[in-house]
């Protein structure tokens, strides 16, 4: 099993960023697919999340209306598209991958560093 993680980087606010997670090693379309984000200090925090089999979305209230999270079944890859960053969402971005029949099966990427800074 595998989930990796790119697109991350330095952005000025405001900008845009795409991350990507491609996933290997399971039946993609059997998980619930999500990016958390992690800072030094702070908790792991579920940014967004997508189902398997209807796509339904749900985010947390500080990236709603900036942040969208879609997938490609075909491609076994989760996406997040980033816009109107702040520097607040500077943070390391983990793709994850839980099981829709059990919460207990779950994967986690390496993570992909995302900069906001001027």
């Known amino acids: 099993v595998q989930l990796v993680e790119s697109g991350g980087g330095l952005v000025q606010p405001g900008g845009s960023l795409r991350l990507s997670c491609v996933a290997s090693?399971?039946?993609?379309?059997?998980?619930?697919m999500s990016w958390y984000r992690q800072t030094p200090g702070k908790e792991r925090e579920l940014v967004a999340s997508?189902?398997?089999?209807?796509?339904?979305?749900n985010y947390v209230d500080s990236v709603k209306g900036r942040f969208t999270i879609s997938r490609d079944n075909a491609k076994n890859t989760v996406y997040l598209q980033m816009s109107s960053l702040k520097p607040e969402d500077t943070a390391v971005y983990y793709c994850k991958a839980t099981w829709l029949a059990s919460i207990n099966y779950a994967y986690w990427g390496q993570g992909t560093q995302v900069t906001v800074s001027s």
């Open positions: 090693g399971f039946t993609f379309s059997s998980y619930i």
């Open positions: 997508v189902s398997g089999p209807s796509g339904s979305t």
